[in-house]
């Protein structure tokens, strides 16, 4: 991809989730690399990997509303608060190419995988982001020990959309570049497929605002892909 930079960084173990020496024995590539589209993220750009589009965290229906304007046939989104949940129940009751489940995604995430028969597409947006997020109290209390804590709650979700297939294409939401727990999730990756690469895109929530969010979402894809 034009303008794309490569960064090279030492992998984690998911097991451990520390460095021995710089680099983890256990970990399965010594090295690996992610490439910075410097693109902004868009579900469209992921549609001809999958038909089916699976969000964690639904909040007012913002992401449905993209993945059926990007085409996906099958869209399954879960989402805890209950405000949020009964909008996006009345807003898409009527369209069946969308299923909706209430509670943590770690609880819906293998009910939402039952009938899922090939690769696809997920958006892991499911953590507290803001006051206004699932959990934010919960948080406030237990801090990274919360279930709606970004760290806990998408190991969580990795772990068992990683045990379903190997081949998913999975995009990971407040990245906002490599950090310590960036590296865990690339191991856990490269532990079920070492063929996955890694890719940094930008988000820009609204063009009028000129806000862009620099390597803000990780996305892993499968190299057979």
């Given at each position: ?181 960036t590296k865990i999730y690339i191991d856990m990756f490269l532990s079920v497929n070492p063929k996955y690469k890694f890719y940094f895109y930008d ?23």
């Amino acid at each position: 991809m034009e303008n794309e930079k490569e960064s090279q960084l030492p992998v984690v173990s998911a097991n451990s989730g520390t460095l021995m020496g710089g680099i983890d024995p256990h970990s399965y590539l010594n090295r690996t690399a992610i490439t910075h589209t410097g693109k902004i993220m868009s579900f469209r750009d992921f549609r001809k990997y999958s038909p089916i589009f699976i969000e964690t965290g639904a909040s007012m229906g913002g992401g449905i509303v993209q993945a059926i304007e990007a085409e996906y046939q099958i869209v399954k989104s879960v989402e805890a608060k209950d405000d949020y949940f009964q909008h996006c129940v009345n807003n898409f009751h009527t369209d069946s190419r969308v299923s909706l489940y209430h509670g943590l995604s770690k609880d819906n995430l293998e009910k939402m995988l039952s009938d899922v028969k090939e690769p696809a597409v997920f958006w892991l947006d499911a953590h507290v982001s803001g006051s206004n997020s699932a959990g934010y109290e919960d948080w406030l209390e237990k801090g990274e020990e919360s279930d709606y804590a970004q760290h806990k709650a998408l190991m969580a979700e990795l772990s068992i959309v990683l045990k379903h297939r190997n081949d998913h294409v999975v995009l990971v939401d407040d990245q906002n570049g490599v950090h310590e727990t960036t590296k865990i999730y690339i191991d856990m990756f490269l532990s079920v497929n070492p063929k996955y690469k890694f890719y940094f895109y930008d988000e820009q929530r609204d063009p009028r605002e000129g806000a862009r969010y620099k390597d803000k979402i990780l996305v892993a894809i499968p190299e057979t892909q």
